[in-house]
């Protein structure tokens, strides 16, 4: 935990002791190019927001010190066929051949699902997307890929009027074709859908839950948390989602979320002014939200008061100067114990 909490010191101080680089506002890039990729949007919604930056940064970091994802063993998908065999013998009559089962166990099935899917979870929980793809292939489950694949943002630098490399060397692929879900604003909606249906089994619930974090199926996220880690991670992968939608939608989306139609009818910029209060405002929320993991209920692992959960979250929400006062106060009070590693 010591070192977990220099590695957050690390990456979240530097950008705070610097002054911000300026970038192109998302607006901007717009009115120049309505066809922007979501992708670059997103990167431009980020860095127009010290928060929004410091809260992904964040994120990275819960994804780098999750636990290793679990890898089940590979199904071969042999079970089908030996269904097909079963129910043709029954059907017709002919009995079934010596050797081979005369019922499947639905319970086996069932769980190698549930296996997977928080398998796929915990690669979700870990920032591994590719890995989750891949394990899918190994499953003989490439069927899941798309679904996986959906949250990645749509990408085309063919497109974006993104600068590029001094060299002038950019890899043909990424710089001719599209990446990415360029119809990734109704795979969010089909996402949070499944997350909320009741006849899912829970495993594929919470995983739909976690590709596609929103305030609708907190809960359901919310039911995988187990470590105080984990609810730091749901709140904030939602914050940092919701963030980006809404900038989005006030943006009208472009083309890619919005359609021909966004391109007629463009919305007018807010003033300076106007952008500074939204921005005041989310970072209220934001705040508020996050001081809830101060009393959080876990499950396992240090709780929530545990003294370097508190140092974290004060790193986070940049209460450092505070925290080493409260500790330097507690020392000469001798609330704390010198010799404690805690």
């Known amino acids: 935990m010591e070192a977990n909490t220099w590695g957050l010191l690390q990456a979240v101080v530097p950008a705070r002791k610097t002054e911000p680089e300026r970038h192109v506002h998302p607006r901007t890039l717009l009115a120049k190019n309505p066809y922007t990729p979501t992708s670059t949007l997103a990167q431009a919604i980020m860095h127009s927001s010290v928060l929004l930056t410091e809260l992904v940064v964040v994120r990275e ?59 796929l979870y915990s690669f979700v929980r870990a920032g591994r997307l590719d890995e989750a793809v891949g394990s899918r292939r190994k499953a003989h489950q490439p069927w899941r890929a798309p679904s996986i694949r959906g949250s990645l943002l749509f990408q085309w630098r063919a497109i974006a009027n993104e600068q590029r490399d001094d060299d002038g060397i950019d890899d043909a692929e990424d710089a001719e074709g599209w990446q990415g879900n360029p119809r990734r604003k109704q795979w969010k909606s089909t996402c949070a859908r499944a997350a909320l249906n009741p006849n899912l089994p829970d495993p594929e619930r919470i995983l739909y839950a976690a590709l596609a974090p929103c305030p609708q199926t907190f809960s359901v996220l919310k039911s995988a948390c187990r ?65 809830t993991l101060g009393s959080v209920h876990v499950e396992d692992g240090p709780t929530a008061d545990h003294a370097f959960h508190v140092s974290q979250l004060a790193i986070i929400l940049d209460r450092t100067s505070s925290l080493l006062e409260t500790f330097s106060a507690g020392l000469q009070d001798g609330n704390f114990d010198p010799e404690s590693s805690e």
């Open 61 to 119: 970091w819960l994804h780098e010190t999750a636990p290793q994802p679990q890898h089940p063993e590979a199904t071969t998908g042999y079970w089908k066929f030996t269904k097909h065999n079963v129910m043709q013998a029954l059907h017709t009559g002919s009995g079934i051949r010596e050797g081979l089962v005369k019922e499947l166990d639905p319970d086996e099935v069932m769980g190698s699902e549930k296996s997977l899917a928080q398998a």
């Open 227 to 291: 470590t105080w880690e984990d609810h730091l991670w749901a709140q904030i992968s939602i914050l940092c989602e919701e963030k980006q939608t809404a900038e989005m939608i006030e943006l009208g989306g472009g083309f890619w979320d919005g359609g021909l139609a966004v391109l007629e009818n463009m919305p007018s910029a807010p003033s300076r002014e106007e952008d500074a209060a939204e921005e005041e405002e989310w970072e209220r929320e934001a705040t508020s939200t996050l001081e």
